[in-house]
């Protein structure tokens, strides 16, 4: 794929920061945790998101209110409870611009782990026959590989081969469409798919994937990282399953969503019983999708995309620093890969492990290791800072700051040698 068009001057990041400015600073003002850390920055967006007072308030309120189980009481707070887990259906639909809310199925799991997972086992496993091959993206986050390979051995076990065919990549970290078209063919019938990675920060460009595979073909889709940062049109993009965490949405942790299409294969159904759902996450999932609505995921995502465009911008001038993935497409107005606030770099003069613990005792908060990527990813650890729509250009700036005086330290080290 070419590399995006330099961003036009209307959109280029730092007029972006300053036009949403008072918007962002009412936005921050609304999450109680940065009350109480001054002098702290929460730079790790991507492994959970921080929550805004009105989900904190809803969760409070049913506690304190309405507080009961979904389905199984005549009661007032039994009834309220099972009509909020009907109510929190409508607004997932919602979020996701449902097309066809009368075909499609909203599940509650516990995250994106168990969705995809569920995918696999609940449906794939019935779905697919002796010679099928399933595209697997093996440098994505391992909860969007291990579930197809678990699939194949339940397959296997039954006496059924399915081939895995590996998503290939471009250097930049996008997947290699016209790589993946020598490699997709009539016995293709699933493909699996993230969103925003989670390790380059890019935009898969997942659309490019139906136009490539036909009408028939199965897409699932890994929106952990990108739910609650951007709009996420189902319509859109024209994929089959859906899978997402609360917690990265600015909901508790222990809810997530299985959206499905069913209108390719058989229609979905859970297995086994389900048990009591889990009611407070449904709360602030429904509140956190409020808090989107108002809050404008086109304006999360606009802020974010600047900002780290910023932290890009500012990391390309440290001479040590190796930044992962995507390297030329920060223009807010790409069609081809664009970073959405998720940035990884290394350092060749300090373990990243070592540079987590450096930024934290400057009050950076980074995430620094393997990220859970798949077999295919990187070999070397790095550090991962991610964004939202509370963080601040005076927290990316500090982030460089910081960067920028090790570079001078270790660089003055070495030429004394
Ligand atoms: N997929 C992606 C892209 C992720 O970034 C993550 C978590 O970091 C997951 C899946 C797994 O999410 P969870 O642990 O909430 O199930």
């Not at 109510?87 to 599940?107: M, Q, W, Y």
């Not at 099928?132 to 339940?154: F, K």
Request: hydrophobic share 40%.
């Amino acid at each position: 794929m070419p590399d995006a068009k330099p961003a036009d001057s209307a959109q280029h990041p730092d007029r972006v920061l300053a036009e949403l400015d008072s918007w962002q600073r009412e936005v921050r003002s609304q999450f109680p945790i940065f009350a109480e850390a001054a002098g702290e920055a929460y730079l790790d967006s991507a492994a959970t998101a921080q929550k805004p007072q009105t989900v904190l308030d809803a969760v409070h309120r049913y506690l304190t209110t309405a507080n009961a189980n979904a389905g199984r009481g005549t009661y007032r707070w039994a009834n309220e409870t099972s009509a909020l887990v009907e109510r929190c259906r409508g607004r997932v639909r919602d979020l996701l611009a449902d097309p066809d809310p009368e075909r499609s199925g909203v599940h509650f799991t516990s995250g994106t782990t168990e969705a995809l997972r569920r995918v696999a086992l609940d449906w794939l496993v019935d779905t697919l026959a002796d010679g099928d091959e399933i595209v697997v993206p093996a440098a994505d986050h391992l909860a969007n590989v291990s579930p197809w390979q678990e699939a194949r051995e339940v397959l296997a076990r039954r006496g059924v081969t399915v081939r895995l065919v590996e998503m290939p990549y471009e250097p930049s970290g996008d997947y290699d469409i016209a790589a993946l078209a020598g490699l997709v063919g009539e016995h293709t019938r699933f493909v699996a798919v993230t969103h925003l990675h989670h390790v380059y920060g890019a935009d898969m460009n997942v659309h490019r994937i139906r136009r490539l595979v036909g009408d028939d073909v199965v897409i699932c889709l890994d929106a952990a990282q990108s739910v609650g940062h951007l709009p996420v049109s189902v319509a859109d993009l024209d994929v089959d399953f859906v899978a997402f965490s609360g917690h990265k949405a600015m909901a508790l942790p222990g809810i997530g969503v299985l959206w499905a299409r069913n209108t390719r294969g058989p229609r979905y159904v859970h297995r086994g019983w389900e048990g009591t759902p889990n009611t407070a996450g449904l709360v602030s999932l429904q509140a956190a999708v409020d808090w989107f609505d108002v809050t404008g995921l086109d304006r999360i995502a606009r802020w974010t995309v600047a900002l780290g465009a910023r932290l890009t911008d500012g990391l390309y001038r440290l001479p040590s620093i190796q930044v992962l993935g995507c390297q030329h497409s920060l223009a807010l107005d790409s069609t081809v890969q664009r970073r959405h606030g998720l940035v990884t770099f290394r350092h060749p003069g300090i373990s990243s492990a070592d540079l987590g613990f450096v930024l934290a005792e400057h009050g950076l908060m980074v995430r620094a290791n393997a990220h859970c990527q798949g077999p295919a990813g990187e070999r070397e650890s790095s550090v991962r800072v991610s964004l939202h729509a509370y963080n601040t250009v005076d927290e990316v700036d500090r982030l460089l700051a910081v960067l920028a005086q090790l570079d001078d330290s270790l660089t003055d080290a070495t030429s004394y040698r």
